[in-house]
Structures are given as structure tokens and as C-alpha cells.
């Protein structure tokens, strides 16, 4: 089964992920894990960690987070 990013599931949905699941695991994103872990059997329920990597310019971007965290207002 597919859904869009950002997928808010309804009971229906849920109901037929269910039914198509009986006996079988279900692996779905990290995210979808945390909206569907108390909807679905734990032992049924799988996911796949989010990892990010930067293949460059790591430094460059933390740089610019911290640059911008520390000039903001709002974060005071």
C-alpha cells in the first residue's frame, strides 16, 4: 500500500491495512511508524530509520544553522 507524505490515516484506512496485514509484518517509514503505533499490533509493525548524511559541506550548513539560531530572535 502507498500513501502521500504526510498521510494522516483514517479508521478505514486503517481497517483495510489491517486486514490486508493478517499474518504478514508491515514495515513503513519512521515516521508513519509514530501515527500508526497505537492503531496497529506492535509485533506486526516495523520501520526503517531516517538517517541523513552530508556527502559535503557539513560544516558550511552547521555553520549556517548555528549562524542563524544565534541571530533569531524567536530562540531567545
Do not use: W
Request: aromatic share 10%; with cysteine; proline share 1%.
Amino acid at each position: 500500500m502507498t500513501f502521500s507524505d504526510h498521510h494522516h490515516f483514517s479508521e478505514s484506512e486503517i481497517l483495510s491495512i489491517k486486514s490486508r496485514a493478517i499474518d504478514k509484518i508491515i514495515v513503513t517509514t519512521e515516521k508513519d511508524f509514530v501515527r500508526l503505533d497505537a492503531k496497529i499490533l506492535r509485533k506486526q509493525l516495523f520501520y526503517l530509520p531516517i538517517k541523513s548524511q552530508f556527502l559535503s559541506n557539513q560544516e558550511t550548513f552547521d555553520q549556517t544553522i548555528l549562524n542563524y539560531v544565534g541571530t533569531c530572535t524567536r530562540n531567545r
